[in-house]
């Protein structure tokens, strides 16, 4: 049911959906709120109400928690799978200190216990619609910037994870042999279909804010390599690995998936982060080592981890940071470097990965100083398993 209050004659400053299932109090602050200016919608029930607020019609949702069917939670959940932004004012009739942390925890703009108090309430509720108005514009110019906007709350960011979790699937980039073009590996890369968490980095990011950094590396661990059956290739996979996955007991378990593909497997290590906080990470990189995965150092030349790093992972083989292989042709202090590096590297009998190669001459210029291999947009684009190598 629902109960439209409407404002005299002066134009309301909020439209607002209020839901609780004790009608005496729906009518209560639905007539407060309309003393302030407000156009109010009162719901008895959370359905009516979503039904509602998808006309985006209205500035804030102010809901009871405790209701039967879908209640005040659920509601959030639901609606932040449309509108990232519209402030939802949580109010119960029975606090308690779980119920005040979950809400405030999942984004909910305030939380109120009943009997509310009137100043309070309408304190927030003007701040909310100042929240609102914030919002979009700070969407707004997001947009005409050409950039990413996401979740404004945790019950935002949870909800476009799950969607992008939903929607992942990876995409394999070559890797081939510097002397011939021949193909050596291909290097698995996350994607999804979100148009939320529109790249990689921003699904790691909201693993991490999520605590959900084991769920997706086990999921992707799992993904990986399953292209590679019956694809009529020896290719190796270079499967990239999170600080975290380290410290994940299940990437050391003998009856995962990946490990039945060890042996062809090398797991790549960000130079860019540091292992300093991963417990037991030599012991666990000489068990993957027993299971016959080998492993590589990603980003060589851009990160601060440093020789004792190094000197834990004693990779097989590394990949140079694209930011030196980019215009290693022209730029002669970048040539000087790669030189160092490569030869470095062959004296530890280590392979050596030129990543980002974009040009025939970057090319010419990276089997020139040494590299063995080579991986970027000149040889293939990443793409369904598993792309052509134009060489």
């Given at each position: 049911?629902?109960?439209?209050?409407?404002?005299?004659?002066?134009?309301?400053?909020?439209?607002?959906?209020?839901?609780?299932?004790?009608?005496?109090?729906?009518?209560?602050?639905?007539?407060?709120?309309?003393?302030?200016?407000?156009?109010?919608?009162?719901?008895?029930?959370?359905?009516?109400?979503?039904?509602?607020?998808?006309?985006?019609?209205?500035?804030?949702?102010?809901?009871?928690?405790?209701?039967?069917?879908?209640?005040?939670?659920?509601?959030?959940?639901?609606?932040?799978?449309?509108?990232?932004?519209?402030?939802?004012?949580?109010?119960?009739?029975?606090?308690?200190?779980?119920?005040?942390?979950?809400?405030?925890?999942?984004?909910?703009?305030?939380?109120?216990?009943?009997?509310?108090?009137?100043?309070?309430?309408?304190?927030?509720v003007k701040s909310a619609s100042f929240a609102i108005q914030m919002a979009k514009i700070k969407r707004k110019a997001?947009?005409?910037?050409?950039?990413?906007?996401?979740?404004?709350?945790?019950?935002?960011?949870?909800?476009?994870?799950?969607?992008?979790?939903?929607?992942?699937?990876?995409?394999?980039?070559?890797?081939?042999?510097?002397?011939?073009?021949?193909?050596?590996?291909?290097?698995?890369?996350?994607?999804?279909?979100?148009?939320?968490?529109?790249h990689p980095g921003a699904i790691l990011s909201a693993a991490e804010h999520l605590d959900k950094l084991d769920d997706?590396?086990?999921?992707?661990?799992?993904?990986?390599?399953?292209?590679?059956?019956?694809?009529?290739?020896?290719?190796?996979?270079?499967?990239?690995?999170?600080?975290?996955?380290?410290?994940?007991?299940?990437?050391?378990?003998?009856?995962?998936?990946?490990?039945?593909?060890?042996?062809?497997?090398?797991?790549?290590?960000?130079?860019?982060?540091?292992?300093?906080?991963?417990?037991?990470?030599?012991?666990?990189?000489?068990?993957?080592?027993?299971?016959?995965?080998?492993?590589?150092?990603?980003?060589?030349?851009?990160?601060?981890?440093?020789?004792?790093?190094?000197?834990?992972?004693?990779?097989?083989?590394?990949?140079?940071?694209?930011?030196?292989?980019?215009?290693?042709?022209?730029?002669?202090?970048?040539?000087?470097?790669?030189?160092?590096?490569?030869?470095?590297?062959?004296?530890?009998?280590?392979?050596?990965?030129?990543?980002?190669?974009?040009?025939?001459?970057?090319?010419?210029?990276?089997?020139?100083?040494?590299?063995?291999?080579?991986?970027?947009?000149?040889?293939?684009?990443p793409g369904v398993a598993f792309p052509a190598v134009s060489w």
């Amino acid at each position: 049911m629902s109960i439209t209050t409407e404002n005299d004659e002066r134009k309301p400053s909020s439209r607002i959906v209020l839901v609780d299932d004790d009608a005496e109090i729906g009518r209560a602050v639905s007539r407060l709120l309309r003393q302030e200016g407000c156009h109010v919608d009162y719901f008895e029930d959370c359905q009516a109400a979503l039904d509602a607020v998808r006309t985006g019609m209205y500035s804030m949702i102010l809901s009871d928690i405790a209701m039967p069917g879908m209640d005040g939670i659920e509601l959030m959940r639901q609606v932040r799978r449309f509108d990232f932004d519209i402030p939802i004012i949580l109010l119960t009739g029975e606090p308690t200190i779980d119920s005040a942390k979950k809400a405030i925890e999942l984004g909910a703009y305030r939380y109120f216990t009943k009997p509310l108090d009137r100043l309070e309430l309408v304190a927030a509720v003007k701040s909310a619609s100042f929240a609102i108005q914030m919002a979009k514009i700070k969407r707004k110019a997001a947009e005409l910037n050409g950039l990413a906007n996401g979740p404004s709350d945790m019950l935002g960011l949870l909800v476009a994870y799950e969607a992008a979790a939903a929607t992942l699937w990876m995409a394999y980039q070559p890797i081939v042999r510097a002397k011939d073009g021949s193909i050596f590996a291909y290097e698995a890369l996350m994607r999804s279909e979100s148009k939320t968490l529109p790249h990689p980095g921003a699904i790691l990011s909201a693993a991490e804010h999520l605590d959900k950094l084991d769920d997706l590396g086990r999921r992707i661990r799992d993904l990986s390599p399953r292209p590679f059956d019956g694809a009529g290739t020896d290719a190796l996979l270079f499967l990239n690995l999170h600080p975290s996955d380290l410290a994940d007991p299940q990437l050391l378990e003998a009856s995962s998936y990946l490990a039945g593909f060890a042996k062809r497997t090398v797991l790549e290590i960000t130079e860019r982060a540091t292992l300093e906080n991963v417990p037991d990470v030599q012991k666990t990189i000489t068990t993957l080592r027993s299971r016959g995965f080998r492993v590589a150092v990603d980003d060589l030349g851009s990160g601060y981890a440093g020789l004792n790093s190094f000197a834990q992972i004693e990779p097989e083989i590394v990949k140079l940071d694209m930011a030196i292989v980019r215009d290693v042709d022209t730029n002669v202090t970048k040539q000087k470097l790669m030189h160092s590096m490569v030869d470095l590297s062959h004296d530890m009998n280590i392979l050596v990965v030129a990543e980002g190669v974009e040009t025939r001459t970057e090319r010419d210029k990276c089997v020139e100083l040494g590299c063995d291999l080579l991986q970027g947009y000149h040889i293939a684009r990443p793409g369904v398993a598993f792309p052509a190598v134009s060489w």
